[in-house]
């Protein structure tokens, strides 16, 4: 029974990491996430927290926490794997900039791809997979979905337009899926993981990369860094565990640790963003701040026109 289960859960995992990926490319406004790609500090910033300090972070906690060997494998997995598709749901929660979120998604998709299969065996021991074995399925999940449905809202919007809703349902309804086998399978492995520093270590890396990233965001407006926070702070578990399921001989707890990283990033982002939200600067276009400087000498009329009218009550 457990074997048909974990067959499902493969599954449905494949549908999420692709479904998602699809339903980007159908509503995705290229011109604008590529405009995001010519603001030089977001990209660099990005770039470098995505791929070189969260892992840098990651391996650094399972060198400095007394964690097992398949908890440490799970952990640097997750900190090689920045950006899950719920990202454009917690920005805007976050009053982020809806075009940086979908330049963030573009590059960590097209960074985890180039990134994993030569990071992966370098930093994780006894985890004995080629690169290409770890490239073949992230390239079948990631960029063929992604392609498929930039093309699709490229050349045909309209259709694009009419199939985005059911691919975005038909993915709600696997993730829905996916989360519940995960808790069937690996529900004792998460009550197993309770005093094996295993959750406190997850917390730790979690609250790490969101604060600090936000903080160092070196003049970025507040719109911007919510998106780059907020985007590490998500992690894309679907890529994290395509290398432990084309492995051989895995031990359980590697994909219990990456598991667990779903229910972490989800109350981490949602926590984030409600953060963000309050200190999130809405850009006021000069109009309005010209009416804003004119609005107490436009006022006095008005207030003439009321006093006259609080007055005429009092007479008899």
Do not use: H
């Amino acid at each position: 029974m457990t074997d048909i289960l974990t067959i499902l859960l493969k599954i449905t995992v494949v549908i999420f990491m692709a479904g998602n990926l699809l339903e980007l490319g159908l509503r995705l406004d290229l011109k604008a996430a590529l405009g995001g790609l010519r603001d030089i500090r977001f990209v660099t910033l990005s770039f470098l927290w995505a791929f070189v300090l969260c892992p840098a972070l990651a391996w650094g906690l399972t060198r400095v926490i007394p964690l097992s060997e398949p908890y440490a494998t799970g952990l640097i997995l997750l900190g090689l794997t920045p950006c899950a598709p719920l990202l454009p749901m917690v920005a805007d929660r976050a009053r982020g900039d809806p075009n940086y979120a979908a330049t963030f998604m573009l590059l960590a998709s097209a960074g985890t791809v180039v990134q994993m299969p030569f990071a992966v065996p370098l930093l994780v021991q006894g985890l004995t997979v080629s690169a290409w074995t770890i490239a073949k399925p992230l390239l079948v999940l990631v960029v063929i979905p992604l392609v498929i449905g930039m093309g699709v809202q490229i050349l045909w919007p309209s259709v694009a337009a009419r199939i985005q809703p059911f691919v975005k349902k038909g993915t709600g309804i696997d993730t829905v899926l996916m989360l519940i086998l995960v808790v069937i399978i690996y529900g004792k492995g998460f009550l197993g993981s309770i005093g094996s520093y295993a959750i406190g270590t997850q917390a730790v890396f979690f609250l790490l990369i969101t604060a600090t990233s936000y903080a160092l965001g070196f003049g970025m407006p507040p719109r911007q860094k919510s998106v780059m926070s907020l985007g590490l702070c998500t992690r894309n578990c679907g890529a994290a565990l395509a290398p432990l399921f084309v492995a051989a001989d895995v031990d359980r707890s590697a994909i219990v640790m990456v598991s667990l990283g779903i229910p972490m990033m989800f109350i981490s982002a949602i926590i984030a963003a409600r953060i963000f939200a309050g200190r999130s600067d809405q850009p006021v276009s000069p109009e309005i701040q010209e009416l804003k400087r004119r609005s107490p000498a436009d006022s006095r009329p008005a207030n003439r026109t009321a006093g006259r009218a609080d007055t005429s009550e009092e007479l008899p």
